[in-house]
């Protein structure tokens, strides 16, 4: 099979879908693999390396979707990749469609098979794809959201941990799965008093054994939201119904309960975002306030970080890769309920149900596609 690495483009995206070592992984497995030039360099991967590892560097982006039988990328195709998908590709990525009718519609009529990272799905309901990624964004909403606490930077000029004979910021966190715990985890490190909320109590017992003592769970309903937020200075937005948009925790109304400068940072924005008033915002300009309250909604918040990042997802993203390059998609998924998950859509048709729901679009069984 012929494999496509298009550089990122999204604002300040330096990670990549496959390291040196990948490419030498594939090759021995009999695939071919295009490298678009430059691709791997802000992850740290000169286009050398990937030479050296038999890869064929190509300047001309709209050749290697042409040419490619299957695309691996990163983030979401964003609006100039719309035209270069094509009938019969599979392109292997985070797609998020429940935040996007747009890139759902332009999948739809490309007739590309799109299996998203973010829902392949183990059978204990884990999301393999996402954890790397996810536990990189918890931890940093917690380095972000304490970064902008400073007054000159909006917040309400406040130090996460407090100092001895001051009191330390309250920290909510709504979601504990793993951005949750992760957020928590370091929050917690640097002092601050942190709440975990969720709607799953053995998600709650769980985190209840294990976290430090200055994190406390508390069930998540919107009257124990609304309860919290007076005294709230961080809020941590870490919700997931795999595939589904988020749903609206906190809504435009209850910003008048916060504190002036207090902030949000909803890294399930890629979802839709689980705060009401929050918008999509990119690296170069992460935050905008709401009647007073700093909004920090950073899609690709790992894409800052690539060296950590880009190990961390192509460590698990590439025995899917093989798997689907050595026996093609359709025979793949069919062996795999793990990979079966991350079909969302194929042929023009959605086939995974959530992503449907988001827009009230047509489903159609897994099975008539396969
Ligand atoms: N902005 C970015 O750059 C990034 C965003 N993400 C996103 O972060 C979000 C969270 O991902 P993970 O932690 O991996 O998901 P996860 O599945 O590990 O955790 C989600 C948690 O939310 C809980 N939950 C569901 N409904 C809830 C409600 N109404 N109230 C409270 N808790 C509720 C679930 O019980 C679960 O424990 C996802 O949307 C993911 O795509 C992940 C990585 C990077
Ligand atoms: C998961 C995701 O949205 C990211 O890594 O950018
Ligand atoms: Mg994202």
Redo the contacts with the bound molecule.
Sequence with gaps: MIIGVPKEIKTHENRVSLLPGGVTRLKRNGHQVLVEKGAGEGSGFSDEKYVEAGATILEDIEKLWEQSEMIMKVKEPIEVEYSRMKEGQVIFTYF?FAASEALTEAVIESKATAIAY?TVEKQDGS?PL??P??E???RMASQEGAKYLEKPLGGRGLLLGGIPGVKPANVMV???????VNAAKIAAGMGANVTI????MP?LRYLDDVMSKNVDTVF?SEANIRSLLPDVDMIIG?????GAK??H?VTKEMLSDMQDGAVLVD?????GGCFETSKPTTHDNPIYKVDGVVHYC?????GAVPYTSTLGLTNVTLPYAIDLANKGWKKAVKEDAELQKGLNITGGEIVYEPVADAFGLEYSAIDSAL
């Design positions: 998020h973010e999301l996402l954890i990624m996810s990189v964004a918890g709504l979601g504990g799965g793993i951005v949750g909320m969720d709607i799953s998600r998540s870490a919700v997931l119904k795999p988020a749903p925790l890294v399930a924005i890629d979802q950073v899609t690709n918040m790992p």
